[in-house]
């Protein structure tokens, strides 16, 4: 699938290999790991080549879609949205991520939009879910400025390091309302 979308200032296409390098310099911030569900950190030195090839080959499947996030007016790649694709339930959770120097500007929002846009237009699925940890606002205010409803908080879901966090949960039917203020 070679899918590209544009917004008004971004570029969101299919990762590719030469990602690699920013993917690693802007994911191995440690603000940028701290509240997002899977990043590691450090982040591992090449493991950037190998989460692109392992979300091209689940986008061929049709499990899971992850967009570069770039400027379209210079190309700098900012982050990653995606979608995490349960074929069987007809639905996705959207996941994003986007790099410190790039933050408060809108640009998470602006992207996970059009995701959810692609999500519901084009695969057609009936639900798409996000969680962000209680200790994230910023990353649970995209949801609610795409328009997804707050669902509810699971107490202590996941282990980010030594520590269990609750998770804030958010969701958009197809049947939904989907215009945003």
């Known amino acids: 699938m070679r899918k590209v979308m544009v917004t008004e200032r971004l570029t969101l296409r299919q990762l590719e290999l030469n990602d690699s390098e920013a993917i690693e310099k802007l994911a191995g911030e440690k603000d940028?790991?701290?509240?997002?569900?899977?990043?590691?950190?450090?982040?591992?030195?090449?493991?950037?080549t190998t989460?692109?090839?392992?979300?091209?080959?689940?986008?061929?499947?049709?499990?899971?879609?992850?967009?570069?996030?770039?400027?379209?007016?210079?190309?700098?790649?900012?982050?990653?949205?995606?979608?995490?694709?349960?074929?069987?339930?007809?639905?996705?959770?959207?996941?994003?991520?986007?790099g410190k120097p790039y933050w408060r500007s809108?640009?998470?929002t602006e992207a996970a939009a059009r995701v959810v846009q692609f999500a519901f237009d084009e695969l057609e699925l009936n639900r798409v879910f996000a969680a962000a940890m209680t200790r994230?606002?910023?990353?649970?205010?995209?949801?609610?400025?795409?328009?997804?409803?707050?669902?509810?908080?699971?107490?202590?879901?996941?282990?980010?390091g030594d520590t269990y966090e609750d998770l804030r949960y958010y969701g958009l039917l197809r049947s939904d309302d989907r215009n945003q203020a």
């Not at 790991?33 to 950037?48: I, R």
């Not at 910023?138 to 879901?157: C, D, F, N, Q, T």
């Open 136 to 160: 994230n606002p910023a990353s649970y205010k995209v949801m609610e400025k795409i328009g997804m409803k707050h669902e509810g908080i699971l107490r202590s879901h996941i282990r980010k």
């Open 106 to 108: 809108g640009y998470c």
């Open 32 to 48: 940028v790991a701290d509240t997002t569900l899977n990043m590691p950190h450090p982040y591992p030195t090449g493991s950037a």
């Open 51 to 98: 989460f692109i090839k392992a979300r091209h080959e689940a986008a061929v499947r049709g499990d899971g879609y992850s967009f570069a996030v770039t400027l379209t007016e210079s190309e700098d790649f900012l982050g990653i949205v995606g979608l995490h694709v349960n074929k069987t339930h007809n639905m996705a959770e959207l996941a994003y991520w986007i």
